[in-house]
């Protein structure tokens, strides 16, 4: 086996990571696939292909990260949801992570996200409403990043079977 082969398959089992990773949030995201596919570029040995594959890749991890963000942004704001109340979610999420076996980081998250929004708006339908919100807010985020992120993967898989076939 190859230097290039081991690094293909460590740039990928990274990149099956880094995809997961922007739906588990525990897990590094698009910032591992955009630098597994610079080392795929790098040491690969693929060539030209490799940094063009490193170039369309990271575009869609760019655009990934920035839809995540502005859209999760935008509609949080339009909800005036307080970064208070999604900092407690977080923390909430990260706890319940390690109370509850698989499903603890999502229900720690909303149950967080909906306590903070009862204490500050004092108001069970109202904080409920805000705190669906700001999930679904943080969903579409999520799923734009994790689509733009399978972009970037596919562009690499794509590069792959052209080294391969060029190799």
């Known amino acids: ?8 398959i460590l740039c990928g089992l990274a990149i099956l990571v880094g995809v997961a990773g922007t739906i588990i949030p525990v897990l ?10 610079l080392a795929w570029a790098i040491w690969g040995g693929a060539g030209p292909a490799g940094w063009v594959v490193f170039a369309i890749g990271i575009i869609f991890v760019a655009a990934g990260m920035a839809a995540g963000a502005v859209l999760t942004g935008r509609k949080l704001k339009e909800h005036a949801i307080p970064s208070r109340s999604i900092v407690v979610g977080l923390v909430a999420g990260v706890a319940g992570m390690f109370i509850i076996p698989v499903v603890g980081l999502f229900v720690g ?3 967080g996200l ?25 969903g579409i985020g999520m799923l734009a990043e994790f689509g733009l992120a399978c972009l970037a993967a596919s562009a690499w898989v794509i590069g792959v079977w052209i080294a391969a076939v060029n190799g």
């Open 109 to 111: 998250f909303a149950a």
């Open 1 to 8: 086996m190859t230097s290039e082969t081991v690094v293909t």
């Open 114 to 138: 909906l306590l903070s929004e009862v204490l500050r708006t004092r108001n069970l339908p109202t904080a409920a409403r805000s705190s669906w919100a700001a999930l679904k807010a943080t």
């Open 28 to 37: 590094p995201g698009s910032i591992l696939i955009g630098a597994s596919l």
